[in-house]
């Protein structure tokens, strides 16, 4: 069954999504905008635990699963027993597990295929921090939160997005913001774009596109797709009246499904 996983799947690029420009020949590492980082055997592994519910397997399929992406048995093995160690895996009855961490990950690349959909009414969220005194950690955990959430800063401490997203602050960062909804004077479109640069966001997706449509071998089609889906999570989930032309979103998020449900069919037995 395994064997199969890797076949191409028939992507369509009907989104409106025009190819880049190449600037290298060997599109299996570097296309236009995007260089694919090398896979390691703990890349690979948390590509297949990642797209999979539920996030575990046992050494012999994780095993399988590499073999067919060029990455050998003990350098397997040995990414297994640095991963329990480093917290990212749990082990039981020979099953390996993904930590809570990782599980939270996994939460948020399955939020990332999510769009939001109905109107928009022109308002946008504004959260503007308050704090001061802050140690440095405390300071970046309220930038990755934000960050994640898909907002952008204006400037130092003040962030904003379109108001097109069930969203509140977690617990740990709500006593740090003042929130409040705008409707700004400027143009939306130039907002969207000085906060989000939303055209260069799509540049990558459609060289991304490309890259996972020519992969020649399953282990430069699993790192494509590994990087799309990152990619995905990096989506400003703009509303539609924000998205530059041929926006990639749509065929980025059906491409990831399509491999996705056929590596999961093909590894489940299903």
Not at 25 to 52: D, E, F, K, Q
Not at 103 to 114: G, K, L, P, V
Not at 199 to 211: E, H, S, Y
Request: no cysteine.
């Amino acid at each position: 069954m395994i064997e199969h996983m890797f076949d191409r799947v028939n992507m369509r690029h009907d989104d409106g999504v025009q190819p880049g420009q190449d600037v290298e020949s060997h599109l299996g590492t570097h296309l236009g905008t995007v260089r694919l980082r090398p896979l390691t055997a703990r890349s690979a592994i948390l590509s297949m635990l990642l797209g999979a519910h539920p996030p575990s397997a046992t050494v012999s399929e994780v095993v399988a699963f590499a073999r067919h992406v060029g990455i050998n048995d003990s350098a397997v093995r040995a990414a297994l027993t640095r991963m329990v160690g480093a917290g990212d895996l749990h082990r039981e009855n020979g099953v390996y597990t993904l930590s809570d961490r990782l599980i939270d990950r996994q939460r948020r690349q399955d939020e990332a295929m999510q769009v939001p959909t109905g109107d928009w009414n022109g308002a946008w969220r504004v959260a503007a921090v308050i704090a001061t005194g802050k140690d440095p950690a405390t300071r970046l955990h309220l930038r990755r939160s934000m960050l994640g959430a898909h907002f952008g800063e204006l400037r130092e401490g003040v962030w904003m997005r379109p108001d097109n997203l069930a969203w509140s602050p977690a617990p740990e960062i709500a006593d740090d913001l003042e929130l409040l909804r705008a409707r700004p004077d400027r143009n939306a479109v130039g907002l969207a774009h000085e906060l989000f640069q939303p055209q260069r966001w799509a540049a990558t997706g459609r060289d991304l596109l490309r890259l996972a449509d020519r992969a020649p071998t399953p282990r430069e089609r699993l790192t494509a797709f590994a990087s799309i889906v990152r990619h995905l999570t990096h989506d400003p989930l703009l509303p539609e009246a924000l998205l530059p032309e041929d926006w990639p979103g749509g065929a980025l998020r059906r491409a990831y499904d399509a491999f996705r449900d056929e590596v999961a069919r093909e590894w489940r037995g299903g």
